[in-house]
């Protein structure tokens, strides 16, 4: 007679607990244009993941916009352009729009995650997650001190409070450890995703056919005249090489070889269909910025299979890795030279094209970056928060006075 196995079968097991998080953004949360569309990205996975059923908008209003450049106001109108991005009135007109929004919220949640420094730490986790725009601009000297000292207090004393910073790159939290002083423990690197769906950007890719992409809207931050200078160079060697521009100028024939498309808005389905269509009818990708917070484009051409060329400033290194080439910034010759040893020869662009495909698919993506947000942020409504009873306390005191 054959044993008789007995398998005792105990209750099932709890669910995993998950956290109900309440989403901030300085625009409307699930709008494609806020954040130019990293908003929608990360707090869209997060809804999808079962964590966010509620956002909301701490973005300014049109006249508290022309309040800050007023405040603000230079005659020399790029030095009045810096010193209004870099301002600490929209964050302050943010901070208080976030504070009355959640006084009146009737929908219960677990703790807050925020784009941006708006809520301080109270009674309930609060996390942030950001590129760190001013701290590039300030490494880079794009503004100076003086011009962000108030907006640097202002968020410093928010983000001391904060149980958990998330960046989408090492650089940003390094940025953030040194200029906020910063415990680096409390800050946590979780990538970025594409803000083009990424079965839009699959398929293969002819590399023989020399197609530079450049997308950048701010031209002459994003490298575009020492792209045009480089690309004039190659054009002697590669004749027929050709180098498409996206969203800057009118559309048309700019330089022999140049195409410009104008700006193409991601704000609708046409728009990301039309850009997925240029990422898969070039073979590299070509962007080195002056200064780049982060720069979601080269992921996007990396979720294309792209080669990607960019400059040695910020997260950009970071971001190509062996997908690419990475030059000084504001080198032509350097620049031209990368654009050549790409171009020249197709199975040398495909195998960079692989590398970055596979990094983007190993490192990125808005799934992975709000998996690692949602366990992170778990953890922390369980064990009640990193930030220290009296920090909380402080730091919640002075962003209300």
Known sequence: MEDIVRVEIGPPDPPRFKTRILGISSGEPFGSRTWSGSSLGVFGALRSLGYVDHAIDAGVTRRETIIAQALEFRTNRERWRARFHSSVWPVRFSSRRARLEVANLTADYDAVLQLGPYLARSEKPVVSYLDDEISAALSLRRVTHADTRSRLEFEGKIYKTMDRIFTMSAWAADAMASFHAIPRERIEVVGAGSNINEELLAGERDYSN????????????????????????????????????????????????????????????????????????????????????????????????????????CAMPEIIGDGGLVVPAGDVSALARAMNEISSDPSVAADFGMRARNAYRARFGWSRVAKKIANAVDALTMTNGLASPDERRDGARRIRA
């Open 210 to 313: 020399v197609n530079f992409l450049f997308v950048g809207r701010d031209f002459k931050r994003k490298g575009g005249p020492e792209v045009l200078e480089a690309f004039a160079r190659l054009r002697q060697s590669l004749p027929a090489a050709r180098l498409t521009i996206v969203g800057f100028g009118p559309a048309g024939l700019i330089a022999p070889g140049v195409t410009s498309t104008g700006l193409i808005s991601l704000a609708g389905q046409e728009g990301k269909r039309r850009m997925a269509d240029l990422y898969r009818s070039a073979s590299a990708f070509v962007m080195p910025s002056v200064y780049e917070p982060f720069g979601i484009a080269f992921i996007e051409a990396m979720a294309a299979g792209l080669p990607c060329i960019g400059a040695d400033r």
